[in-house]
């Protein structure tokens, strides 16, 4: 019945467009998370202002996260060098459960 009505009253057949799923539906706008298009850099200047500011946030919070997780390495008497895994994916979770070890007092070697 609500195929036959809309198609009688304008003499062709309505085009669903509901789709289903996390990125569209009618409670969720459809968007596309990668375009193939080429690629245009924005002209705005809140664009640019935005970007500056986490630029600068990046560079404020990275380096001391990464200064961080090596202490806490050191203290389990782990070499810095693991903090490196944070920049793969997986590296992440295993860095943080590195950093959940307890201290040992072998890690004092790396104190100054």
Known sequence: MQILIPTLITGRTPVSTLTVGPFG???FAPFGLFSTGPAVAS???VVAVFL????IWLVATVIPGFTIAIRRLHDSNLSGGWALLAV???GGLVLLLLATRRSRPEGARFDL
């Open 52 to 55: 500056l500011f986490a630029g």
């Open 25 to 27: 539906s009618w409670l």
């Open 43 to 45: 002209d705005s200047p």
């Open 88 to 90: 793969i994916p997986p």
